[in-house]
Structures are given as C-alpha cells and as structure tokens.
C-alpha cells in the first residue's frame, strides 16, 4: 500500500528538512542531499560532482527508512561499502520517523556523514 497524502507530507517535512539544513547554501553547487519515496522506503542519498568527471553529478545513498505498515514502525538503515543496506544496530525502529530523522541528523556513530 502505498504512503497516504498524510505520511508524505509527513515524510517531505521532516526529511526534507534534514536535506536542506544539513549542507549551507555557499557549497549547494557541489553537494546536496536529496530523497526519493520506493514503495514503503524513503531512501536518502547525497549528490555530488563524479570524481573523474565534475560536469557530471552523482548520488549515493546513505540512509533508508522503511515503513513496516504491519507494525506502524519506520526501520533505519545504513550503506555500508559493500553496497549493503545494514539495519542501524543502535537505533533499529521506531513509531516516530522524526525520531529516526533525529538519529540520522545526530549521526552518533558516523555511519550516515562520516
């Protein structure tokens, strides 16, 4: 099923707001971070110019919240460099995706930001 009108907007506010406010205005041209809705995931990447060609961007994901509609639970992944989503041994879940955000925005552990 997919997310209702609520849970996006939901969703475009608080990691929205995480994309905009996690890189100042003065760098944008050179990286940003953005999200895309998959099914039941939300799934944050950062976008920067290619290393070996700069006219070029690309992203990378780093963070995927996935909503578990059966539990009314949001479970927190990270990309590891392998390529492998790994749950976020930390923080797992919660009913709270500004909870998550918050954990995501903290990045205690420098999975997320380094």
Partial sequence: MAFSEIEIYKINNFVGVLCEKRVPESIRDKLRYEYKIENQDVILFEIRPRWNKPDEQTG???AKLKFVRSQNVWKLFWQRANMKWHAYGPFK????LAELIAEIDADPHGCFFG
């Fill in 60 to 62: 990378l994901p780093f």
């Fill in 93 to 96: 879940s919660s009913r709270d």
